[in-house]
């Protein structure tokens, strides 16, 4: 992980040079890092057991199977088995995944007409911590997480029929995003088909997600998500309610604080104006769950994962090209030097916190 670490204060220092094409360099590189990263523990492992022991059942809802203990949607058997088959091993399918993921990243992005290079910063600022988070540690968030980003930027093109096939799809696979996705298709529904006014619509959307959290019980949560083709998965987490042990969750500070104020102060910008129904919803979003579940990280942190990821890329980049479009990625170089400080299960930075005193 310290080269690992190295390597992304690399790619900072690389932007200037490079530009947008910091996403072919992405591409060619960080899969060295899927290929070789060591397992420090957390899911890896049991990630990599359910893919090693998926097989074909044609009695399955989707055709497959695991042996593993691994609990998750039909959607995702079925994606890592028909991989499985095509492949040498997991790690070869932790690089396919992020490169259909990255693709689909940069696809979304570039729907939405962000500036190519920006896209090229924002896809570098989620090296450090989404990538290897979503990619390695956690891959079952990661396809969803780029079809949800996805769906959402065809939502704001009005390519409905599209979006919410991509947010099926999402659901299918993982339902943790099952919160977003409801909130983001009702504010577009209300926008559109109901001719309801762009403020009176998100008003409408932001009491559903009040609804949400104020109701947000095994009991209740059970009799409304039949519909769902993934609910009996989802409803079988909802034990995370209650047992999940209470922490606070720093970089939710990010979501309630930060973000918003960003958003506020950077309304009248132009790059701003062209996604900022997008934006305001996810700040909107992110903000009411990181305070909903203020005490409860691990909730906050699955429920508002894919707004979380798109604010911190975009803040960043936008901060950077603020100061200077093509050397405002420098400025971003000290902030992320303290990253294995902030994050250091992640960057196996914990016996060195621990001489230090600070872990």
Not at 303 to 328: E, H, K, M, Q
Request: with cysteine; net charge positive; charged share 10%.
């Amino acid at each position: 992980m310290h080269i690992y670490y190295l390597y992304n204060l690399l790619l900072f220092g690389l932007f200037p040079v490079l530009g947008r094409r910091i996403i072919f360099l992405i591409a060619l590189t960080f899969p060295f890092f899927l290929l070789f990263l060591p397992d420090t523990g957390a899911d890896f492992i049991y990630y990599q057991n359910a893919y090693e022991t998926v097989y074909f059942d044609t009695s399955a809802p989707l055709f497959f199977r695991s042996g593993s203990e691994l609990t998750a949607e039909a959607g995702w058997f079925t994606y890592t088995g028909l991989l499985h088959y095509l492949l040498p091993n997991y790690r070869w399918f932790l690089v396919v995944n992020f490169l259909l993921c990255l693709a689909l990243i940069v696809k979304s992005l570039t729907v939405l007409k962000i500036d190519k290079d920006k896209i090229g910063l924002m896809v570098a600022v989620m090296v450090p911590i989404s990538f290897v988070t979503i990619m390695f540690w956690s891959p079952r968030s990661a396809l969803p997480l780029a079809l949800c980003f996805l769906g959402i930027a065809y939502l704001e093109k009005r390519r409905e029929i599209l979006g919410i096939f991509l947010f099926f799809i999402a659901l299918m696979i993982h339902s943790q995003y099952a919160v977003i996705i409801f909130i983001f298709s009702l504010f577009y529904f209300l926008k559109r088909y109901i001719l309801v006014r762009y403020k009176i619509s998100t008003i409408l959307a932001i009491s559903g997600l009040f609804l949400i959290i104020a109701y947000l019980n095994a009991e209740y949560v059970v009799s409304i998500l039949d519909f769902i083709p993934t609910a009996a998965i989802l409803t079988s987490k909802l034990h995370y309610l209650e047992s999940s042990e209470t922490a606070f969750r720093t970089s939710g500070l990010l979501s309630i604080f930060v973000y918003p104020l960003f958003m506020w102060f950077c309304r009248k910008n132009p790059d701003f104006q062209k996604i900022g129904t997008v934006l305001i919803m996810l700040t909107v979003f992110s903000m009411l769950i990181n305070i909903a579940f203020i005490n409860n990280a691990h909730i906050a942190g699955r429920i508002a994962r894919a707004s979380d990821y798109f604010l911190f890329s975009y803040v960043l980049a936008t901060t950077a090209f603020l100061l200077s479009p093509r050397i405002g990625s420098l400025v971003l170089i000290p902030m992320f030097i303290v990253l294995p400080f902030l994050f250091p299960d992640l960057y196996n930075f914990t016996e060195i916190m621990g001489s230090l005193g600070l872990y």
